[in-house]
């Protein structure tokens, strides 16, 4: 089965700084999908970003980046420019590319943008 | 474009009780699937619903049912309520199954005393 690990319970980055938050998984495929996604306090998930792993390219939106590095199973999001909007708390997610399989979470990182 | 919406925002029961959540998925969607969201902790898959049947399902008990509509609007059923059932109660749409990203909507927060 697979796992995410979020390895930061909380981070925070003072408004307009870069901060990159962590995330690591586990699996035995070889086509997948990745995903962040973005939950502020009103508590609906919102989709940051998404990867194709068969993509070398690193996804981009915005001020949201993504470094993936395949091998070693690391996935971790760089928020450029951060804003006090950016606050909340962010989950990456793993999918099977092949087959009906649904999202796997991590367990969050808690970003806190100070003023 | 109607986003996904979910009823209640709140409920409040008591141990025993049974729960009816229910969810209205993104236009142009036709799958939904549940997350049970425990504080602190990420979305748990529950099971999914497509063409008004359970297609996959997670490792939760079967006093957690479901169903889906032919307007695609599902319901999230859960019976004899445990004081651990409380959690935010997440619902999800996608195109065709899984193989869409899929979207949520705003949760139902369901607390149990």
């Known amino acids: 089965a697979q796992t995410v690990t979020q390895s930061q319970p909380e981070m925070s980055v003072q408004e307009a700084e870069t901060v990159t938050l962590s995330c690591t998984y586990d699996t035995s495929e070889s086509d997948y999908y990745l995903f962040w996604y973005k939950q502020p306090p009103s508590r609906q998930m919102i989709l940051v970003i998404r990867?194709?792993?068969?993509?070398?390219q690193n996804a981009t939106e915005n001020r949201f980046s993504v470094n993936f590095q395949k091998a070693a199973k690391s996935f971790s999001l760089k928020i450029s420019d951060s804003q006090l909007g950016d606050a909340a708390m962010y989950f990456c997610a793993y999918r099977s590319f092949s087959g009906n399989t649904p999202l796997v979470f991590g367990k969050g990182t808690r970003l806190s943008v100070i003023a | 474009d109607a986003g996904v919406t979910q009823s209640p925002t709140h409920l409040i029961k008591t141990r025993g009780q049974q729960v009816t959540l229910r969810c209205s998925p993104k236009?142009?969607?036709?799958?939904v699937s549940w997350y049970q969201q425990a504080l602190g902790q990420g979305p748990q898959f529950i099971f999914q619903?497509?063409?008004?049947?359970?297609?996959q399902r997670g490792n939760f008990p079967d006093r957690f049912s479901g169903h889906q509509y032919p307007n695609y609007s599902s319901e999230l059923n859960v019976n004899a309520l445990l004081l651990g059932d409380s959690a935010l109660y997440l619902c999800?749409?996608?195109?065709?199954?899984?193989?869409?990203?899929?979207?949520f909507g705003p949760g139902t927060r369901l607390t149990v005393l």
């Open positions: 619903y497509y063409e008004e049947e359970e297609r």
């Open positions: 236009s142009g969607h036709d799958t």
């Open positions: 990867q194709e792993a068969y993509k070398q």
């Open positions: 999800a749409s996608s195109l065709v199954l899984f193989t869409d990203t899929q979207y």
